[in-house]
């Protein structure tokens, strides 16, 4: 059977407002200078206590722990907003058909936790399409390998017939660690150059050159 797992935000999602927007409450909280969006673009995907260090590197365990906390806070509070939108990328729900129509089987590698993804499954319907699901909760962080090699266990997939799609370089290096085929999508957060440079052995440009990527695995 073919593996093939997927990243979450930036890759299914388009959730970088959200992100973007949690970030600024939990700063404003605690009257620091917000960081600038594309700085905190560069951090998702990461374990977010690692994503919120990045973000103030100056700052002590005890500040990133307590912004961890108000960021959580944040976005659960936003989640609950009306006029919150969080959209699959254009194409997501036929890629995944796809898949399933031949055969593949699917996964979830992501830096969100376990309660977070559970939000996204729940608003897209999407649960019943994953037969792995690797969170911040279940694995060590990307790009450690930990959440692909779990995957792999859990469905008796070999690497070679394994594909991770996500759209930064922690996705392609995690894949690249795991010798599973790594590819870039272009609609994400880190540009392609980056994501070649990672490991990446394509990049695509749409959700309906998935099939063909992973078909040959």
Same mark, same amino acid.
């Given at each position: ?11 299914? $999602?388009?959730? @970088? /407002?959200?992100?973007?927007? !949690? ?16 700085? $905190? ?14 973000? $103030? #590197? ?7 722990? /307590? ?5 959580? @806070? ?12 969080? #959209?699959?990328?254009?194409? %997501? ?9 031949? !055969?593949?089987?699917?996964? $979830? ?14 608003? /897209?319907?999407? !649960? /019943? ?21 779990? !995957? ?7 690497? @070679? ?11 392609? @290096?995690? %894949?690249?660690? %795991? ?39």
């Amino acid at each position: 059977m073919k593996l093939v797992v997927f990243d979450v935000d930036g890759t299914l $999602i388009d959730s @970088q /407002h959200n992100i973007v927007a !949690a970030v600024v409450d939990a700063w404003r909280a605690e009257g620091l200078p917000e960081p600038r969006p594309e700085v $905190i673009r560069r951090n998702i995907g990461l374990p977010l206590l690692e994503a919120i260090a990045a973000l $103030i #590197p100056e700052g002590g365990e005890a500040l990133h722990l /307590h912004l961890t906390e108000l960021y959580k @806070q944040a976005f659960a509070a936003n989640r609950r907003r009306l006029d919150y939108v969080e #959209p699959l990328f254009p194409g %997501a729900l036929e890629a995944l058909d796809a898949l399933e129509s031949e !055969a593949c089987l699917l996964g $979830i590698a992501t830096g969100k936790s376990r309660r977070g993804l559970e939000a996204v499954f729940e608003r /897209h319907q999407l !649960a /019943h399409r994953f037969i792995t699901v690797q969170t911040a909760d279940d694995a060590l962080g990307k790009p450690n390998p930990d959440m692909l090699l779990k !995957a792999m266990a859990e469905t008796g997939a070999e690497a @070679q017939r394994t594909a991770m799609i996500g759209d930064t370089w922690f996705d392609m @290096q995690m %894949a690249s660690a %795991a010798k599973t085929r790594a590819i870039g999508v272009g609609w994400g957060y880190h540009e392609a150059d980056e994501l070649i440079k990672a490991g990446a052995v394509q990049v695509l440009r749409e959700f309906s050159e998935v099939s063909g990527a992973v078909g040959d695995l």
